[in-house]
């Protein structure tokens, strides 16, 4: 059992195969069937170490089982129908790393079979998501039980996407292809993928921050709500870990508060820079973070200059190496910041959503509009610091 939660299963490398050998496909599905037994065994343990030190839960234990599924599953996004709404937030913090160990058993069966083209590395992908995505759809239909519902198409197409992205980009890490395949792009998409992507970066790291300072300054509310929670230091200890796996969604909400359209804590809510309107929350002492009225002048006055550093530096990394011309280098800035919009988009897009009924459909920020507003602020500061640099190095 040690050796399964620690070492994914390695590819016999006696003679080295290509991304058609046969045993690429079989050596796929094991390493999806070890990833997904690890994920689900570490959640089970977890769970059943709360449930049994509970005095309170009257629940059996195939019924706590059966909520580590539903974890599992709520990671990968899979909506959970409860009564008449749905939870689709998915605890990034938990979708990290089960996307970790997806990406280590595909790193292990790449290097094995010798991948070195990205066409092996798509074929590794397809290998480990397909039967991935088809274990998703069977821990859909064992979670499956009365109030929660999960959909079992809705796993299979949420574990194909996660285990095929996970797998590729571990058979990219694992044989170093991913160093090869930025350096066939052109030098300068190349260039404007890394600044958008240490844009991106740059602002998850403020919103970590800034989340972790507004819990710091509500410490006394976040703890009267979890001695309200009562049942014990295991079940605190439960709503803390919960808290750290749901910090990277905060973290992204945040975004959408110092870029400008702000974010949602239920229907109707609004909680931006120039003021907040909350209504009831549920009792989580991550959301004691949340503010509850306009921002102070230090924070707006750190907004802005957080955003104008940012965009400067995206216009440095976006026209790095050659000389080029003023118009050229404003392009490649432009550029750059699209795409951290495009990326920021995606990734307001994953950590939001419904988290139950009534109020709480609309949780998070708004994608299109953190994206577009993100790519417009960057694309002023950035072309217009990436066109002064050009012109004062071809001066």
């Given at each position: 059992m040690t050796e399964l939660l620690t070492r994914p299963p390695a590819a016999v490398a006696t003679a080295p195969a290509d991304e058609t050998s046969p045993s690429l496909w079989w050596r796929g599905a094991f390493a999806a069937?070890?990833?997904?037994?690890?994920?689900?065994?570490?959640?089970?343990?977890?769970?059943?170490?709360?449930?049994?030190?509970?005095?309170?839960?009257?629940?059996?234990?195939?019924q706590a089982i059966r909520v580590a599924l539903q974890l599992w599953l709520a990671?990968?996004?899979?909506?959970?129908?409860?009564?008449?709404?749905?939870?689709?937030?998915?605890?990034?913090?938990?979708?990290?790393?089960?996307?970790?160990?997806?990406?280590?058993?595909?790193?292990?069966?790449?290097?094995?079979?010798?991948?070195?083209?990205?066409?092996?590395?798509?074929?590794?992908?397809?290998?480990v998501g397909v039967p991935y995505a088809v274990l998703s759809a069977f821990v859909a239909a064992a979670a499956n039980a009365a109030p929660v519902r999960p959909s079992p198409v809705a796993a299979l197409v949420a574990g194909l996407l996660l285990g095929t992205a996970a797998a590729c980009w571990g058979a990219a890490r694992g044989t170093g292809a991913l160093r090869l395949s930025s350096a066939?792009?052109?030098?300068?998409?190349?260039?404007?993928?890394?600044?958008?992507?240490?844009?991106?970066?740059?602002?998850?790291?403020?919103?970590?921050?800034?989340?972790?300072?507004?819990?710091?300054?509500?410490?006394?509310?976040?703890?009267?709500?979890?001695?309200?929670?009562?049942?014990?230091?295991?079940?605190?200890?439960?709503?803390?870990v919960l808290d750290a796996l749901l910090l990277p969604n905060a973290a992204i909400a945040a975004v959408g508060y110092l870029t400008g359209p702000g974010f949602?804590?239920?229907?109707?809510?609004?909680?931006?820079?120039?003021?907040?309107?909350?209504?009831?929350?549920?009792?989580?002492?991550?959301?004691?973070?949340?503010?509850?009225?306009?921002?102070?002048?230090?924070?707006?006055?750190?907004?802005?200059?957080?955003?104008?550093?940012?965009?400067?530096?995206?216009?440095?990394?976006?026209?790095?190496?050659?000389?080029?011309?003023v118009w050229t280098a404003a392009g490649r800035a432009v550029l750059a910041a699209a795409l951290a919009g495009l990326l920021v988009a995606i990734l307001v897009a994953i950590g939001g959503g419904p988290a139950g009924h009534g109020r709480m459909t609309a949780v998070g920020a708004s994608p299109w509009q953190v994206g577009l507003?993100?790519?417009?602020?960057?694309?002023?500061?950035?072309?217009?610091?990436?066109?002064?640099?050009?012109?004062?190095?071809?001066?």
């Open positions: 069937l070890w990833a997904v037994a690890v994920g689900v065994a570490i959640l089970m343990v977890c769970v059943l170490i709360v449930w049994a030190t509970d005095s309170r839960s009257g629940a059996g234990a195939g990671a990968h996004k899979v909506p959970l129908h409860v009564g008449g709404g749905s939870l689709a937030v998915a605890p990034l913090g938990l979708t990290l790393g089960l996307s970790f160990v997806v990406a280590r058993a595909a790193a292990v069966l790449a290097r094995g079979h010798a991948i070195d083209s990205l066409t092996g590395i798509a074929s590794v992908g397809v290998a066939g792009l052109p030098p300068w998409f190349a260039a404007s993928m890394r600044a958008g992507a240490l844009a991106v970066a740059v602002l998850v790291v403020a919103g970590v921050v800034l989340t972790l300072g507004s819990l710091a300054t509500h410490a006394r509310a976040a703890a009267d709500i979890a001695d309200g929670l009562g049942g014990g230091m295991t079940a605190r200890f439960a709503v803390l949602a804590v239920g229907a109707g809510s609004s909680v931006s820079l120039g003021g907040a309107h909350v209504g009831a929350v549920p009792a989580l002492p991550l959301l004691a973070a949340v503010p509850h009225g306009p921002a102070p002048t230090l924070v707006r006055v750190a907004a802005v200059a957080l955003l104008l550093g940012i965009g400067a530096l995206t216009g440095w990394f976006a026209t790095r190496g050659d000389v080029v011309s507003v993100l790519a417009l602020e960057l694309s002023v500061v950035a072309a217009v610091f990436a066109a002064g640099r050009a012109w004062v190095r071809r001066g």
